[in-house]
């Protein structure tokens, strides 16, 4: 195998993830656009829950967006920002969070068709709190990123989520005034050249095609 296969959704925010991992750390890998109402045989033979990212290497099965991207810093490290010890920690437990609390909200919020009896508002208003929680991190309005003008692990693992918070409801959104400095760093997020780059539409694989890369060639 010449390159790591990435099985990838180009909306899933765990994929997103591991393309902005990869992309940042410049490692190629041949990448596989799924549909996960119709997933590949060979895609269930190498992880049999199913979800987006995997990536398959020589010896390895990564399944999980977040041991993808220490998979990646282990071999490079892609984050110019030194943080301090209460940086990495406030990181690690903001990840959970979102992971948890946020996802679960998110979904019945923006997806409350396919659940009973939800509250749109009220999960909306937990998702909210979330971000006022967030926003006390970020300690200049013109900040790019969460921690400064340097990406970090807390930003690719978060922003895809809040991204799609904004989509749910953009009006609503750009209207809050608590979350000021979250939406501009969002904003400059889908701004960024690494956000278009992730973002390039690859046509669904089919076992017979040839093999596609990411990230493009610039």
């Known amino acids: ?3 790591p ?18 992309k940042l750390a410049n490692i190629k890998s ?6 996960l109402n119709n ?5 269930i033979e190498v992880s049999p829950k199913g979800t ?10 990564i399944d999980e967006s977040n041991d993808i991207i220490n998979w990646v810093l282990d071999k490079n490290n892609i984050f110019k920002n030194k943080l301090d010890h209460n940086q990495k920690t406030l990181t690690e437990n903001l990840i959970q969070t979102f992971d948890s609390k946020f996802k679960y ?5 923006k997806y409350s068709s396919r659940y009973e009896n939800v509250d749109i508002k009220l999960h909306r208003s937990e998702c909210l709190k979330i971000l006022v929680k967030l926003e006390k991190y970020i300690s200049c309005g013109k900040d790019k990123w969460i921690f400064g003008n340097n990406i970090n692990k807390l930003d690719i693992c978060v922003l895809p989520f809040i991204r799609q918070f904004k989509i749910a409801d953009p009006k609503w959104f750009n ?3 608590k979350i000021k400095k979250v939406r501009n760093v969002l904003n400059n997020f889908i701004d960024s050249n690494l956000f278009k780059q992730i973002m390039h539409g690859y046509r669904v694989w089919n076992e017979d095609d040839d093999p596609v890369y990411f990230p493009l060639d610039e």
């Open 175 to 177: 209207q809050r005034e």
């Open 105 to 109: 909200h998110l979904d019945r919020y």
């Open 39 to 43: 997933k590949p045989k060979h895609m």
């Open 52 to 61: 987006v990212p995997i990536l398959i290497l020589e010896n390895e099965v």
């Open 1 to 3: 195998m010449n390159f």
């Open 5 to 22: 296969i990435l099985y990838s959704f180009k909306r899933c925010p765990y994929a997103m993830r591991a393309r902005m991992a990869l």
């Open 30 to 35: 041949e990448i596989r656009e799924v549909r």
